[in-house]
């Protein structure tokens, strides 16, 4: 079992900067892919971008060249860098991973653009 504890959120102004962070309560080196999505109100959940246990990546269309995900095995944590915010990410961020006893899901971070 893997648990997914997302941290970071908060409220920036458009054109500023927040790096999410996804906790796992167990080691993340066997999970097959670590992702995050995001779900603005009255919206469905949206995907954002992923990254494999090899390092590959893909990013939705909406963040391409402005979000960069990482993982950093040593610290069991899952980063995703935002920068160029638009008052269009506002949403609830969360955390996905797939390893090979299922799917796992954080909780969520707000992440609200605004001036």
């Known amino acids: 079992q893997v648990q997914l504890v997302e941290s970071g959120g908060g409220l920036v102004q458009p054109g500023g900067s927040l790096r999410l962070s996804c906790a796992a309560s167990g080691s993340i080196v066997s999970l097959y892919v670590m992702k995050w999505y995001r779900q603005a109100p009255g919206a469905q959940r949206e995907f954002v971008a992923y990254?494999?246990?090899?390092?590959?990546?893909l990013y939705g269309d909406s963040v391409k060249g402005r979000f960069t995900i990482s993982r950093v095995s040593a610290e069991n944590t899952l980063y995703l860098q935002m920068n160029s915010l638009k008052p269009e990410d506002t949403a609830v961020y969360y955390c996905?991973?797939?390893?090979?006893?299922?799917?796992?899901w954080g909780q969520g971070t707000q992440v609200t653009v605004s001036s």
């Open positions: 996905n991973a797939v390893g090979p006893r299922g799917a796992y």
């Open positions: 990254i494999y246990s090899s390092g590959s990546t």
